[in-house]
C-alpha cells in the first residue's frame, strides 16, 4: 500500500493579488477561513487610512484579498505533480 497524503486547505492574504509581492520573505497563512476574513478585514481598513496619503502622493492604492490554497507535501509533488509543472 502506497503512503497516505493529506490534503490542507489554507488561506492567505494577499496584496495586489500577489502572495509574496515585491520584497516580503514572508506571508501570512492561516488554517480558519473565518480568522482570516477578520484579519483581511482589518487589513483593508489600515490599506484604505493609508490610501489617503497615497493618493496624495500619486502612489498605487493596495488591494487586499483572502485566497484559499491546498498545501502539496513535497514527496508528493516529486512523486506526480512534478512533471507537469513548469
Known amino acids: 500500500m502506497g503512503k497516505r497524503y493529506k490534503f490542507r486547505k489554507v488561506y492567505f492574504i ?30 483593508r481598513k489600515l490599506a484604505f487610512e493609508d490610501a489617503k496619503i497615497m493618493w496624495a502622493t500619486g502612489l498605487p ?12 507535501h513535497e514527496t508528493l509533488y516529486d512523486e506526480i505533480l512534478k512533471d507537469h509543472t513548469k
Open 61 to 72: 492604492m493596495k488591494h487586499i484579498t483572502m485566497h484559499s490554497f491546498y498545501l502539496v
Open 14 to 43: 494577499c496584496e495586489d493579488n500577489n502572495v509574496f509581492g515585491g520584497t516580503r520573505e514572508s506571508v501570512e497563512c492561516y488554517r480558519r477561513e473565518d480568522y482570516c476574513q477578520r484579519k483581511t478585514m482589518h487589513r
